[in-house]
């Protein structure tokens, strides 16, 4: 009996360590050229695209419907053009670029789930419908034509094998809302392959769908604000190094030295942070969130600063500085002259007043709280809701309270539910 | 062949051995016959462990990127202290902590030369077993061999010299495992060996340490 | 329905065969059940208590959370752990478990069998019927419930070490039943039956002083979802790993 014994325990704890063992990792299965432009993806071609598509092929893996929708980032002056399609299908989304190898409308790029760690290649290629029959698009749709994309999508790094088809159907619901992405574009457990409140992220958002996003600042030893969201140095957020204990113990040099993120990035500043939002991305709402004690004056000149430049540069650019707590709240009245500083209170109305805060952002978790919700907009704030990530309650959130925007770490589904809303 | 020294070190171990056998050997006899069942207390005791030897960090180390001249040391001289609560049945359960270091490196980042020093700080809740305990006197490997457990908090303490220092700390959840020998020399003492684990969960941090401990069993009643 | 078996899966099929293969050898063994003459009292292992006999215990268990949910805050989080066992006959007995933080609680009631293979070596079958619920309103910060029900059938293996020492091993299949939450007059509801996740048990049960027997044990749970971290709303479709470290004493 014995062996057998010895053989039970030691399979059995194999097993186990196994189990304990397993690394989730979702590794983007393409690599972008990052070429500017946009091919023979003109502006009008990209604006007639952009709508709600009906899925005949790969309903199973996204969904009856999807969301498509061209962002493009900025390297000075020269612009580079990305397709996102946002599938309400466990926070699915796609990422494409032009195909400049062939003669055609085609985009090329990966899709990915975040709820899970799967992802995959695609390829997709622009045709129209006409009298039921496929053919390429040349730029300009007659009456009774239809815009398709047609191709393929695969598993990993495998070849595209599996049809995919998508017929237009709709344009994208018009109505303003804020996608706002949290710690600049999605968090690091998510698996995605730049790291939460990174430069890199930023310059992401977009194309996971956000129109805005939060980041947390934090002060170093010597007073540099930057972007960090834990009150330690964690292994969730930056690679081992062996240097523990609160951020804020730490020099801006002794962080920009030895510390790098989970994928590698540095820690930003803020006024990195804002210049990549100002001269690299479109995005129209940026929250600071205020996650130091202490006096907020330097926070406020970077933000002034930077609202200055928006305005300057005629960007449709937000900048606000949130206010989570009753200290922070403290922090705020105690600036000198608040002249040019918005702000954004997560505290409860009466304090949201006091502070005449102009957003109000609520957690989900309180609910679609419609009578507050409606007496804070008729007294001409925006309210926000953070951070909802679960699916069916974005879902319910979109379709059935009034917040002007959501937080949340899905942007992507978040973008889907507000897209094919009617 | 042994030589003069080899063989009265051999000797001398033996005779510790029986000594601390035959001293045992009346208290075991009252705990051989300790068994759920009897409506019988038998004496409790606390006893105190204190231990120092040598440690190992087996664990992934990362060093910083962009660095030259990394000089990387894994090995450190660990103490710890436990004090046990010994009832009348096999369980044990106490209370250990110490002073173990983790690690520690050199590097040169961007021509100045930067330290790091990582060690550790547990504070476990430790349950520990005999391997034998209803069968048997000291005499026996098996009741002089335990297994212990334990899991708590441990504080992390990381020193920096890089352009400044910075002495921070922090706590996390963590797990102990040890294997022991123990070796009887007197009524009250005992010597023991023992190999031990431990595991920081929040900074993926493990350590093995080996360590010869004095075992008082200071208190009984 | 999503079934995710993987590495768990394939212990919980391990667990079955080593059931399968030590009744087996039982069966070689064709001997007629007597009793142990040390009747040793024990919560998990797989022994069911004499007919109309209670068993009780009360004590903790403690529950390390994983980053992905609870980032930066790693606790082992604590709850109040009672169980209660009552015996049918020679073989069958029924379970109860509770396990509670106040504002969530679990509370499982199940079936067991069980029989010795050998002199020392036990095994038992059961099912749990799994209902949790929790509740949180806080100001400006919760308004929300979440309730839910599972099933978890378990196959344990028990050997009794010495008179004094049990070691008992269990493997179980958590499988996902129903789900719903509110957040305000906003509900969810998922009613996918799915293997959630497995988890597997290694106990000690043994006296501890005087006449108190204990049980000190660690739960390895590999899951999708974990009730006791609901009002976190994690929207992973991925299994963490959950260690558990339980102690209690049997009344």
Known sequence: ?422 | MWTNKQMRLRLFLLLLTAAGASRTTHAQATSTTTDSVTNRRDPYALVLTVGGGLSYYPAFIGVPPDVDQVAINRSGIPATVRLMWHPDHRLRIGLESGLVPLYNYRVTAAGEQARVAVSTIPVLVVFSMPLAWLSGTERSLARRLSVSGGTGTYIIRSDLSYRGDVNASRLSIGWMAAGAYTQPIGRRFRIATELKWYSITATSDAVFTLQLQAVWRAFTW | MTLHLRSGGSALLLGWLVFCGSVALAQRAARPYEPPADYQPGIYFPQAPRPGEWRKSIGLIFTSTPPEITEEIRLLVPAIDVNLQHGLSKNWYLSTRLQTQLVQSNLALGVRYATPVTDKLYAGLGIDGVGWFGALAIKDVFNSQAGGLEAIPHATLGYRLTRDLQLTFRTEAIMDLYYRSTVGPLAVEYDQRRLNGVAFTFALEQPFYKQQHVTLGLRAAYSNFNWQFWSLYDTFERDFFYPQLFFGFIL
């Open chain 1, 1 to 422: 009996m014995k062996p057998f014994y010895y053989l039970l325990v030691g399979g059995l704890s194999w097993l186990l360590l196994q189990a304990c063992r397993e690394q989730y990792e979702a590794p983007i299965p393409y690599e972008f050229s990052g070429q500017t432009g946009s091919g023979r993806f003109t502006a009008p071609v990209r604006q007639t695209m952009e709508g709600v598509y009906t899925v005949t092929d790969g309903v199973g893996e996204f969904g009856a419907q999807v969301a498509l929708k061209w962002t493009y980032v900025l390297n000075g002056a020269d612009t580079t053009h990305y397709l996102s399609i946002f599938s309400g299908n466990e926070a699915g989304f796609f990422n494409l670029e032009n195909d400049r190898s062939v003669d055609s409308l085609v985009v090329r790029g990966y899709w990915r789930k975040l709820v899970n760690t799967d992802t995959g290649l695609a390829r997709l290629a622009l045709r129209t419908r006409r009298n039921g029959q496929l053919q390429r698009f040349t730029g300009t749709l007659a009456v009774g034509d239809t815009l398709v994309l047609e191709g393929l999508y695969g598993t990993g790094t495998a070849s595209p094998d599996q049809p995919l088809t998508l017929t237009y159907n709709r344009p994208l619901n018009p109505r303003p809302f804020a996608i706002l992405a949290h710690r600049s574009g999605g968090r690091t457990s998510d698996l995605l392959s730049v790291s939460e409140n990174s430069l890199n992220m930023i310059r992401l958002a977009s194309r996971l769908g956000a129109t805005g996003i939060e980041i947390d600042i934090k002060f170093t030893k010597d007073g540099v604000p930057i972007l960090y969201h834990d009150n330690l140095l964690n292994l969730r957020l930056i690679q081992k190094n062996g240097l523990e204990g609160p951020v804020e113990e730490y020099t801006y040099q002794q962080l920009n030295t030895l510390v790098r993120l989970v994928n590698g990035e540095k820690i930003p500043t803020l006024e990195e942070a804002l210049e990549t939002v100002l001269t690299s991305t479109t995005l129209n709402f940026v929250w600071l969130d205020t996650k130091y004690d202490g006096p907020m004056d330097k926070v406020q000149a970077i933000q002034q600063r930077f609202r200055q430049r928006a305005i300057a540069s005629r960007r449709d650019l937000r900048i606000v500085i949130g206010l989570p707590t009753t200290q922070a709240a403290d922090a705020y009245r105690a600036l000198a002259n608040k002249e040019n500083t918005p702000v954004l209170s997560e505290l409860d109305t009466a304090i949201t007043r006091s502070l005449d805060a102009r957003i109000w952002a609520p957690r989900w978790t309180l609910g679609p709280q419609l009578e507050q919700v409606r007496a804070m907009q008729a007294e001409g704030r925006t309210v926000f809701v953070w951070t909802l990530d679960e699916p069916k309650f974005i879902e319910q959130f979109i379709q059935e309270s009034n917040f002007d925007g959501i937080l949340s770490n899905y942007s992507p589904l978040v973008a889907y539910y507000h897209y094919v809303d009617q």
